[in-house]
């Protein structure tokens, strides 16, 4: 780390010696134009050099600090032939070239793209599908989480936000699930040529302490994001070995170059954020049973005190006892700990009773509005040998929960510099330090507030329970409406708290040799570093620990990667061109986790473990892991029209067994310009054919080869240790994914219009498992190659400019469409189901059943076609509805396509952006409606409270027959029965939504007016993210994920916290 910190120093001086030596520089000005309409965004550029810029909105452009002497510029736009112009330099000479005049290209423009191992690529090269996403595009409407930032804007990608607002875990997937462990489907992130940690590292739930603490991306810094390529392919990413059979996103960041003397950028960010969308919740009934309520101490003293559900009095202003109600002592009713009783406990105090009415907006009015603020401030500066950025970012945010929080600040580094001709060092390092107050609970449980909601009766006033302590009693006695089931949301939010205090650092040096004119040897370290520490406190009288809780978590993460790359690349003759490239890898991962917990205290308010009540608790955990690698690749191109790449890596992991611990995958793509070859129509200005065909290897986890013993909590001063439930396998063979991919991309009118598709099948075998095995044999489970899972799917990407107007209006606009299918297709002989994950219902793969089927309980329904009844439920004599003792299948949690709308429209110096996501198909099933049927608190329970309900159906009759069902049930009995846990069916909602993802309206202001300032550029944004959405359903937002033991589980909205629409400005400065 020391040598790291004095080669920054060193580079530093360096580039700053070279930036401030420049006196006497000349300046380039000049207005890049269409036929008269102004380019903004045109690249301008000295060739052989860094100097460089973009055309504002007027399509002017200037290049100050340019050392003198004679040079070529060129002029590069989307569209447009290029433009070479020779220019001669004198001492501070300033260059006006006036009007420039670009004409529209009948060829693609020669675009440049990031590819595997940073390479960089002509588009127009590449035999695989990939798509690239600017910086700019994420940092004005911007998202916390980078990874949320993809949804809508790349076709195949799906993106599902966490329950826990902002801070939350988001999971991504390309194209669809490959494998059958959750969590092992997310793609690799590379940073600057370095894989990063994006796992999403589970706090190892302790009773109903869900939390979720985030993934590994949302640490990257959208200000520091130059771009974001996403290869979605194993064609496209088998040079990432096992770790990139789910597509790779390479992140670059920003440089310093083409920057000339010191230039500053200053942007600021601030969003106001709110709940999208809240359950709705009935509003006629309170708290109770059998239309009866009175409070007397909160247990079970009064009438249904001890009662949360609300099928209590209807809420009409009668004079009723509760909770808050004032007492003759001046205390509540509900401060049972110190009112005044008398010998036999009785209190000696009277309760007045208060009018029972609802509060319609008490939850509602929990929430509060969250903000987000963000500040980046980043100095650049450079010459033709060097260049160098330095950034800090500061964000703070408070949520839409009391007393929740996610703060995060970034210093970031990225320099370069030329020593010699042929010697060129570069580093890029980023410090982040994330840290939170309280992260909320998630899931089913009293820790977490959602929870609490679906129980919360309709007549309490959320202001009563502000002052959460029962007098005197400060630190040893919540108060609260109820003490039988639950805690008071406000002592639960601002005395149970989860804090984490994370460091990571990202970082790299890299070596640039250029050995001859075709020959050039790339070496390069990084570095991915990680400690993280998260406190949970839990205070005295808390329902899961009356005696309170003390709990440390520490959890260390280090990964290294150290690679070189020899190319060579030489123009054989006019027809062909070779670039071949040998290479290598070695990383290494280092994990380390402990957990301490004293789960009771000896005094309120200190917690620390010498104030244990009782013997610690400890968990330890460390597992280190290594693989080394060879690759190699061959590009071959034929007139610039006909392109043929072959890769081939070998990997060797230390987590296979020896005997299998090599593995090797090739690819082959061949894509072809057919526009070059032969004449097609005039409209059509560019033709381009591809194919491609790859194999990818994966291996497994640490230790999963050889059974072993772990430490236990000693049995007073004797050592315990316990073998694991879990059958180990010396055999295990490395997982193999094969895929096809065939595609084409299409430009008409001069590349107004563009059309991309692409349409591949991949297949997965040998997944490695933990299948059940018999009790017999001494274990719960085996780990096992088993499992063969396939997706095919189709990708259909537009871009298009429907209207450009002389007067400087543009309209473009962007779709991306993708629909994927997974199938199941073995597993291992004599098993043909496969539990993937659980919470409550099961996500299980069935042979020949899709990726994603969910089962549950459900009712027995008439099974007869020839019936007139078939299909409705069948009920018992007493009007109950009858369950299904088998599991049924209740759809698939996956959807069944996505589109992504985007449309921008751009007048001088005004741009709007609209973005739309859509996702059709797909089942969530919802626990807030399931146990918010139970308890009495949806809106739907209302019906029936007074003259029951006749359940829709049929009863069986003794000869097998059936007759309507006639039996009327209470509401209580009727909804207790039907929305009951154990019947999942009724809680599966369409999981389709549309949402007005984001919108953006910014505007630069003119050049002209800011010129005689120290200003270079200002604009000033509004924006908005998730501003609206259309569902089936009316209480929950679909896009969630829910956690159980730790492990992510898609398709269940388990009490999620609301997802957060937000709205605000952007101001970006540069100087």
Do not use: C
Request: hydrophobic residues 35%; glycine residues 10%.
């Amino acid at each position: 780390m020391k040598q790291l910190t004095n080669y920054i120093y060193l580079m530093l001086f360096f580039v700053a010696s070279s930036v401030f030596a420049q006196n006497g520089s000349a300046t380039i000005k000049g207005v890049i134009l269409d036929s008269g309409s102004p380019l903004p965004g045109a690249t301008i550029y000295l060739k052989s050099t860094d100097y460089g810029t973009t055309s504002d909105f007027d399509g002017k452009f200037q290049i100050s600090g340019v050392k003198p002497g004679s040079y070529e510029l060129l002029i590069t736009f989307m569209g447009y032939s290029d433009k070479v112009i020779s220019v001669n330099l004198v001492q501070n000479q300033v260059l006006d070239l006036g009007r420039i005049i670009l004409e529209a290209s009948s060829e693609a423009l020669e675009e440049v793209m990031i590819t595997a191992l940073g390479i960089k690529r002509e588009t127009k090269a590449l035999t695989y599908a990939a798509q690239e996403l600017k910086g700019e595009e994420m940092t004005s409407a911007r998202e916390t989480n980078i990874t949320n930032s993809l949804s809508g804007r790349s076709a195949g990608v799906q993106v599902v936000g966490g329950s826990s607002g902002v801070g939350s875990t988001s999971l991504i997937t390309i194209r669809g699930e490959g494998s059958l462990i959750p969590g092992q489907n997310s793609p690799l992130f590379v940073v600057d040529g370095i894989p990063i940690n994006n796992n999403t590292i589970s706090n190892r739930s302790e009773g109903n302490l869900e939390t979720d603490y985030g993934n590994g991306a949302q640490d990257i810094n959208p200000d520091d994001v130059e771009s974001m390529t996403i290869l979605k392919g194993p064609n496209a990413t088998a040079l990432y070995g096992s770790r990139g059979s789910n597509g790779v996103i390479l992140i670059t960041t920003k440089t310093g170059k083409g920057s000339r003397g010191i230039g500053v950028t200053y942007n600021q960010n601030v969003t106001f954020e709110s709940a999208l969308r809240i359950p709705k919740y009935q509003n006629e009934y309170g708290q109770g049973a059998g239309g009866e309520f009175e409070f007397f101490d909160g247990f079970g003293g009064g009438t249904n005190d001890n009662i949360d559900e609300s099928w209590g009095p209807r809420l009409d202003g009668r004079l009723v006892v509760q909770h808050d109600s004032p007492t003759s002592s001046g205390l509540r009713a509900g401060d049972f700990a110190v009112r005044p009783r008398d010998e036999n406990g009785n209190f000696t105090d009277e309760a007045t009773a208060t009018p029972w009415i609802s509060r319609p907006n008490n939850i509602k009015d929990f929430f509060k509005t969250g903000y987000t603020i963000t500040t980046n401030v980043a100095v650049t500066g450079g010459n033709e040998d060097g260049n160098l950025r330095i950034s800090y970012t500061d964000l703070q945010n408070e949520g839409i929960l009391p007393n929740t929080d996610y703060n995060r600040r970034t210093y970031a580094f990225n320099g370069s510099y030329k020593l010699k001709e042929w010697l060129k060092v570069s580093s890029s390092v980023n410090y982040i330090n994330s840290n939170s107050k309280n992260r909320p609970n998630n899931s089913y449980g009293t820790e977490n507030i959602m929870y609490l909601w679906v129980w919360f009766g309709r007549q309490i006033d959320m202001n009563s329970l502000k002052d959460y302590w029962q007098p005197g009693l400060e630190g040893l006695q919540q108060f609260n409406y109820n003490y039988n089931w639950h805690d008071n949301p406000y002592f639960t939010m601002f005395e149970n708290t989860n804090a984490f205090d994370k460091d990571r650092i990202i970082g790299n040096v890299k070596v640039d040799i250029n050995l001859t004119d075709d020959l050039t040897l790339m070496l390069r370290s990084g570095m991915d570093y990680g400690n993280d520490l998260r406190v949970s406190k839990r205070a005295f009288s808390t329902q899961r620990f009356a005696n309170g809780q003390y709990r440390e978590d520490m959890i260390y993460s280090k990964e290294q990667n150290t690679d070189f790359l020899l190319s060579y690349s030489k123009k054989i003759n006019e027809d062909f061109q070779l670039g071949t490239s040998f290479g290598g890898n070695h990383r290494k991962e280092e994990n380390r986790y402990r957990r301490i917990s004293a789960n009771s205290l000896s005094v309120p308010g200190i917690f620390n473990f010498q104030n244990a009540a009782e013997p610690l608790s400890k968990t330890q955990f460390d597992d280190t892991k290594t693989v080394n690698s060879l690759y190699a690749f061959i590009n071959v191109s034929y007139k610039n029209f006909l392109f043929l790449d072959i890769t081939g890596r070998n990997d060797w992991s230390s987590t296979l067994p020896k005997n299998n611990n090599s593995y090797f995958y090739p690819s082959v793509g061949l894509s072809a310009i057919v526009s070059d070859m032969v004449e097609l129509p005039s409209v059509i200005s560019f033709a381009k054919v591809r194919a491609g065909w790859a194999i990818v290897g994966n291996d497994t986890n640490a230790y999963n080869l050889r059974n072993t013993f772990s430490f236990d909590e000693p049995f007073g001063s004797e050592q315990r240790v316990s073998a694991s439930s879990i059958l180990k396998n010396e055999n295990l063979k490395p997982e193999e994914s094969q895929s096809y991919e065939f595609g084409a991309d299409i430009r008409l009118f001069s590349g107004s219009v563009g059309l991309d598709v692409t349409y591949y099948k991949s297949s997965v075998k040998n997944q490695i498992l933990e299948l059940p095995v018999s009790i017999t044999s001494g274990f719960q489970s085996r780990i096992i190659n088993a499992g063969e899972i396939e997706n095919k799917g189709i990708e259909i990407v537009l871009n298009a400019t429907p209207l450009k107007l002389k007067n400087s209006f543009k309209w473009n606009t962007a779709v991306n469409f993708s629909s994927n299918r997974g199938t199941v297709k073995k597993l291992i002989d004599g098993l043909d189901t496969y539990q993937v994950s659980e919470n409550y219902i099961q996500v299980l793969a069935k042979v020949g059943g899709r990726v994603g089927d969910v089962y549950g309980t459900g009712f027995v329904e008439v099974n007869d076609p020839n019936s007139e009844f078939y299909g409705q439920v069948i009920h018992n004599e007493s009007g109950f509805s009858l369950r299904d003792p088998n599991l049924k299948k209740l759809g698939n949690v996956n959807p069944d396509f996505m589109l992504g709308f985007q449309n921008t429209f751009s007048y001088k110096g005004f741009e709007l952006g609209v973005l739309f996501d859509w996702r059709q198909g797909g089942v969530v099933n919802s626990r807030t409606v399931l146990i918010g049927g139970t308890s009495g608190m949806m809106d739907f329970t209302v019906v029936g409270r007074e003259d029951g309900i006749i359940s829709e159906g049929v009863i069986q009759n003794a000869d097998g027959s059936y007759r309507p069902n006639d039996v009327r049930l209470s509401g209580r009995d009727y909804y207790w029965w039907k929305y009951n846990r154990g019947n999942e069916e009724v809680g599966m909602f369409d999981a389709s939504f549309l949402k007005l993802r984001e919108v953006k309206l910014s505007y630069q202001i003119p050049s002209k007016l800011i010129h005689k300032t120290p200003f270079e550029a200002i604009t000033l944004s509004v924006v908005g993210r998730n501003l609206a959405l259309w569902t089936e359903n009316k209480h929950f937002d679909p896009e969630t994920l829910s956690f159980n033991g730790g492990t992510v589980v898609p398709g269940v909205e388990d009490m999620a916290t609301p997802s957060s629409k937000s709205y605000g400005f952007n101001l970006n400065v540069k100087f």
